[in-house]
């Protein structure tokens, strides 16, 4: 019997995958547990292996194709059996309607088809058509009768090489995110606040305790958003077409630079963690996510996020909502500035937090209440 194989599911919450490569092609052989594609969901690549060995008979979806789960998207043919005749018996199956992604990946190309056509076609015209590629059903005839002429491919040709030529598409996690960007900024009402905070104290803070155990600024961050959190619960919400929902547990993601985009693995209940619990999660996910090996759970069902670029040097930025979330907190640089402090202008490292949120959800002054509240967090 030939072995069918499906599109995953990962995650409670995944619906579907996209299709992101193929790394077998139809009737190249294929070892059990050997990657046979590759599929992205919620930004999170995964290597799908084989379920059998034999010979790939079929691949039912073409790349970046969008495929819901348990759906069939390759079959293999086993040993003893025809991956042929295989392949042919799943035209009449209910998946047929699958059949239309892969027929087009494997329509031969416009040099491979015998030009057609019922309008007459001059000797010349047709040779020159061929060897360009040219679809003669597509040129208008200028001869006698309507007749295609060798001028009139020509003109044809002349026209395609004259066409500018178009970028490389979007694919996979860059298309991903372009997609939800600019969902959420269509969708959402985002207004950005910014305010500076004292962050010496931080700073000392991180010094006694790296003799402990390693951190980062972005744990203490997470920290004092989280503790935060707890008391402005407006922005610890999700919010849908229906309804806003305020979340018991704080559960924040934090944005992680990969070569090819960003992605949020999510720190839970981080308001019931420990510093040290905090750091040792959020090292573990970053390592996982720039390695590829998180799950779509780790990924999904974030009540807020912290994005940093302060390591580049950047003072304060607009950070875009990751809906369905109705707030995202921007960290700054850490500068040294002439500050008054006790009376006094003296030297303090300043940071500058930038907190966008959507106004259809959260009003200005609570907005600004929690920016306070995270700000004397931070300098305590």
Not at 1 to 29: C, H, I, N, R
Not at 47 to 53: K, L, M, N, T
Not at 160 to 170: D, F
């Amino acid at each position: 019997m030939p072995v069918e194989v499906v599109m995953p599911k990962f995650g409670l919450t995944m619906q579907e995958g996209t299709v992101q490569q193929w790394f077998k092609a139809e009737g190249d052989a294929v070892e059990k547990g050997e990657p046979l594609f590759e599929v992205e969901t919620e930004k999170v690549l995964y290597e799908v292996e084989a379920p059998a060995s034999g010979r790939v008979a079929k691949l039912l979806y073409a790349a970046e194709a969008v495929v819901p789960c348990a759906t069939v998207v390759a079959v293999i043919a086993v040993a003893g059996e025809d991956p042929a005749v295989v392949a042919g018996s799943y035209r009449t199956l209910p998946q047929r309607d699958a059949l239309a992604p892969a027929a087009a990946a494997h329509t031969a190309s416009p040099e491979q088809r015998p030009a057609a056509t019922s309008v007459p076609v001059t000797p010349a015209a047709r040779k020159l058509a061929k060897d360009h590629g040219v679809d003669l059903n597509a040129v208008a005839g200028s001869g006698p009768g309507g007749r295609i002429t060798r001028e009139d491919v020509e003109a044809v040709i002349a026209g395609a090489a004259a066409a500018p030529v178009s970028g490389a598409p979007l694919r996979g996690m860059r298309k991903s995110i372009a997609e939800r960007m600019l969902k959420s900024l269509h969708s959402t009402a985002q207004l950005t606040i910014c305010t500076e905070a004292d962050v010496t104290a931080m700073l000392a803070r991180r010094e006694r305790v790296a003799a402990e155990f390693a951190l980062t600024y972005t744990d203490l961050l997470i920290e004092a958003v989280a503790r935060a959190l707890r008391i402005h619960r407006r922005l610890n919400a999700t919010a849908n077409a229906d309804a806003v929902q305020e979340h018991d547990s704080v559960d924040i993601g934090v944005a992680v630079a990969l070569d090819d985009g960003l992605i949020v693995p999510v720190i839970r209940s981080a308001d019931t963690k420990s510093l040290r619990q905090i750091a040792a999660e959020s090292r573990q996910l970053a390592e996982r996510a720039r390695g590829g090996t998180l799950s779509v759970d780790e990924v999904r069902g974030g009540t807020f996020t912290i994005t940093n670029l302060g390591t580049y040097g950047i003072d304060s930025f607009t950070p875009i909502l990751h809906t369905p979330q109705v707030a995202i907190l921007g960290i700054g640089r850490i500068s040294e500035k002439p500050a008054v402090h006790a009376g006094q202008i003296v030297p303090r490292a300043m940071m500058t937090l930038s907190l966008t949120f959507d106004h259809r959800i959260v009003d200005g002054a609570p907005a600004a209440a929690f920016l306070r509240q995270v700000v004397e967090n931070l300098q305590e």
